[in-house]
């Protein structure tokens, strides 16, 4: 699927909402300005139980982190299932179903064929990581903590230079 998302495809559109727990239509602009790890899964797959245990660990030390969020995406067909798995694995981030399965919107998009699965997204919707582990998204977090750091510090240094010339001029 490249290496650039089309976000006019891709859970932008009304057609491609998908509703969470509540009721309430998310897509990708629903995390504006964030990475975005998004993730597929279910409740009746063994390894998504797994990948959903990897994640509550980073989301519990990302969980005040602006820059990132979490999109669950199940394939469950039983919403009871669905909701149970949520509450079993401790899912405290955004979580969406359709109960379409594997008709799911963004499976058929994206040409996804098993699970667990993930997208690691820029706020651009550049793909930064495609089915990543948790050693590799921790990683990824680490470098985007870094850049930050590094962009704040740019920042600070040109307003101290630009109010620098102000006071000569």
Do not use: V
Not at 43 to 54: F, G, R, T
Not at 83 to 96: N, P, V, Y
Request: aromatic share 8%; glycine share 4%.
């Amino acid at each position: 699927y490249g290496d650039h998302l089309d976000l006019h495809s891709f859970p932008t559109r009304r057609s491609s909402d998908l509703p969470n727990a509540k009721g309430t239509q998310i897509s990708r602009t629903s995390f504006k300005d964030k990475y975005l790890l998004i993730h597929f899964w279910a409740s009746w797959d063994p390894q998504s139980m797994e990948a959903n245990a990897a994640l509550r660990r980073i989301y519990k030390k990302e969980e005040k982190n602006k820059l990132f969020a979490l999109w669950g995406i199940s394939l469950d067909i039983d919403r009871k299932e669905w909701e149970e798995a949520i509450k079993r694995d401790t899912l405290k981030w955004e979580q969406s179903c359709d109960f379409s399965g594997w008709n799911t919107a963004p499976i058929k998009q994206l040409a996804i064929q098993a699970l667990p699965a993930n997208l690691f997204l820029s706020p651009s919707g550049k793909i930064e990581g495609k089915n990543m582990s948790e050693e590799d998204i921790k990683k990824k977090l680490e470098e985007i903590e870094q850049k930050e750091k590094e962009k704040k510090e740019r920042d600070r240094k040109s307003t101290r230079l630009n109010s620098s010339h102000q006071i000569i001029s």
